[in-house]
């Protein structure tokens, strides 16, 4: 079975310029998680769906940051404009809805540098 | 604010030692207990999960969980230079919505 796929892998762009990262959940898990890593901050939860509802967006930094689900197997996670200090790896999970010991599985992640 | 704390290390171990990873938490309404392994440049991967007090066996790693005190851990028996990665830590709190609220990590060497 395939995995978590994120697109792209790898994306440079300037400051002010829109970024949209892409998410394809496991087939059949019905949580999906939107993370950014840093060295700084670890881990940051930015929002997370349960069948395609946002549940939480608590993380999400700023108005800059917006997330989308339309169906359940596709999320964007858009920033728009970018900014220097938004450079970090994005990762996208996704988990079957099986209470408090459900298990996460990660993408490969989207590696961002702002310019 | 919940908190869940981890010695960032790096600890360093020789092979085939025992390897010992500490995380603690600040919240006592905590439900579950998670331990993911992240090697550099890749994403992190699930080794095990533990919700009861005690230990939790599963090959060469054993978590151990003691709500009294808000302590988890994660012993690496027979350590292997493949061992070398960063732990997280991740806890869920009672009423979170299923939130994960992850540890910084502790980077382990094994050194051959």
């Known amino acids: 079975d395939a995995g978590v796929i994120q697109s792209p892998r790898h994306e440079v762009t300037e400051m002010g310029q829109e970024v949209t990262l892409r998410c394809k959940p496991i087939?059949?898990?019905?949580?999906l998680f939107w993370y950014r890593q840093t060295m700084m901050r670890g881990l940051e939860l930015l929002i997370y769906?349960?069948?395609?509802?946002?549940?939480?967006d608590s993380g999400m930094p700023e108005d800059r940051f917006s997330a989308k689900m339309p169906n359940a197997s596709f999320s964007t996670l858009k920033i728009q404009p970018s900014e220097p200090r938004d450079s970090a790896v994005y990762f996208c999970?996704?988990?079957?809805?099986?209470?408090?010991?459900?298990?996460?599985?990660f993408g490969p992640g989207t590696r961002l540098t702002v310019l | 604010q919940k908190e869940v704390e981890q010695n960032s290390g790096p600890l360093s171990v020789p092979e085939g030692a025992i390897a010992s990873l500490n995380c603690t938490y600040s919240d006592r309404g905590s439900q579950s207990f998670f331990w993911y392994r992240q090697y550099s440049g890749k994403s992190p991967e699930l080794i095990m999960f533990?919700?009861s007090n005690g230990d939790k066996e599963d090959g060469r790693f054993t978590a151990q969980l003691n709500k009294a005190s808000q302590y988890v851990s994660l012993l690496i028996r027979d350590s292997q230079p493949s061992d070398s990665a960063t732990y997280l830590c991740?806890?869920?709190?009672?009423?979170?919505?299923?939130?994960?609220?992850w540890g910084l990590g502790t980077s382990l060497a094994v050194n051959p």
């Open positions: 999970a996704s988990s079957l809805r099986e209470g408090s010991t459900d298990t996460q599985y």
């Open positions: 769906f349960n069948n395609n509802v946002p549940i939480d």
């Open positions: 991740a806890v869920i709190y009672a009423g979170n919505n299923r939130k994960l609220i």
């Open positions: 533990i919700y």
């Open positions: 087939s059949g898990h019905n949580s």
